[in-house]
């Protein structure tokens, strides 16, 4: 991988300067997108941005910035984002600042100030060639600034080209159609690439890097908008009754192994009612996962406390009511006499106590 070091000048990178708000914001005449369609939308606030300006003036170091260069000679600015929006707003009349003791808009500087501002050079590390992992790697360990990349923000930098672009129009945009669609059921916000991130771990199966090596030329992402339709689809069809549980489950990874499992979703639903109910289920969330794959552990069932299990230790005169010998208290564990997916209580009259190898050898069975 080659990365070298540039210096390049303000008015070489506010030259082409274009806002096009979500449909992405490009500089250096043209060729640098400095913003990508449907990645952030958040900004610096007014103080941040004119103190990038006061910087400029006072001659004092920004810091460096990294770009990217894709293989069709253009570049995609990494890190730097806003402060180099900060420099091409101002040079297009967007704000003033106090430049030698009066409020200036760029549109106002005298001949020396308006030098002293489109010559200041900036200091851009250009990565290019190098495999998709020494490119994450470089990414993953840069100190950013502001508010940090995320990993996924780092992976359409080097899987770029028009299935990403597309694939961030779908799911990334604050207003995308996968969020009309499935927002009850995601979390994280689209701008951050929360939705792609999720969808493409569940269609890849937790192998996102692979996945968008092998997708990365093709044209768009239909392929990943229908999958999570089905996904969606599936979630409506099979728990029809929405609850606020519902949101955060990892519905790609059930959609995966369950979609082809029939039940009834009157049965579902009278079943999810219940364990709703169940007080011994303190995590309700994996109610639906359990339902499915009928993996108790899903749902943290109540454990005894302290107390019942003491009184069972008592009852029990410090026998193991499987084995029959003798242990202190804290080499015992409590046990369900009736278990819960039989309706089984924890409650101090369904408490008995187990040595660690009996409890052990239960729970292997």
């Not at 250096?28 to 958040?42: A, D, K, M, S, V």
């Not at 692979?210 to 992402?221: E, F, G, L, V």
């Not at 303190?282 to 009184?311: A, C, P, Q, V, W």
């Amino acid at each position: 991988m080659k990365i070298t070091l540039h210096s390049i000048s303000i008015g070489e990178v506010v030259d082409g300067f274009t806002d096009n708000d979500e449909e992405g914001v490009v500089g250096y005449h043209g060729r640098l997108n400095i913003r990508p369609p449907y990645q952030r939308e958040f900004v610096y606030d007014d103080d941040k941005k004119k103190e990038v300006i006061r910087s400029v003036f006072k001659g004092f170091p920004l810091n460096v910035m990294y770009w990217v260069k894709n293989a069709q000679g253009t570049y995609e600015l990494l890190d730097g984002q806003q402060r180099t929006l900060s420099l091409c707003l101002y040079s297009v009349n967007g704000f003033f600042v106090d430049v030698d003791g009066a409020l200036r808009g760029f549109h106002n500087l005298n001949e020396e100030q308006r030098a002293r501002f489109l010559d200041y050079r900036l200091q851009v590390y250009i990565c290019e060639d190098g495999t998709d992992q020494e490119q994450l790697d470089w990414f993953g360990i840069i100190n950013i600034a502001g508010v940090p990349l995320t990993r996924q923000e780092m992976r359409n930098a080097v899987y770029t080209g028009p299935w990403i672009t597309d694939a961030k129009r779908k799911f990334s945009k604050s207003t995308c159609v996968a969020r009309q669609l499935g927002e009850k059921y995601m979390t994280g916000t689209p701008i951050r690439q929360d939705y792609l991130e999720t969808v493409l771990r569940w269609v890849s199966h937790d192998n996102i890097e692979r996945y968008m090596a092998d997708h990365q030329r093709d044209a768009t992402a239909d392929r990943e908008w229908q999958y999570f339709q089905e996904v969606i689809g599936w979630v409506e069809r099979t728990f029809t009754v929405y609850r606020r549980e519902m949101k955060g489950v990892p519905w790609g990874d059930l959609y995966n192994a369950y979609h082809d499992t029939y039940r009834s979703a009157t049965e579902v639903e009278e079943e999810t009612a219940r364990l709703m109910m169940d007080d011994d289920v303190t995590n309700k969330r994996g109610i639906y996962d359990y339902i499915l794959s009928r993996n108790e552990s899903r749902l943290s069932i109540r454990s005894f406390t302290d107390n019942m299990k003491r009184e069972a230790y008592e009852r029990q005169k410090g026998l193991c009511t499987k084995c029959g010998q003798h242990f202190s208290l804290k080499e015992m564990q409590g046990d369900h006499i009736l278990p819960w997916s039989k309706g089984g209580r924890t409650t101090a009259d369904n408490c008995q106590m187990l040595c660690q190898r009996c409890n052990a050898i239960k729970s292997d069975k």
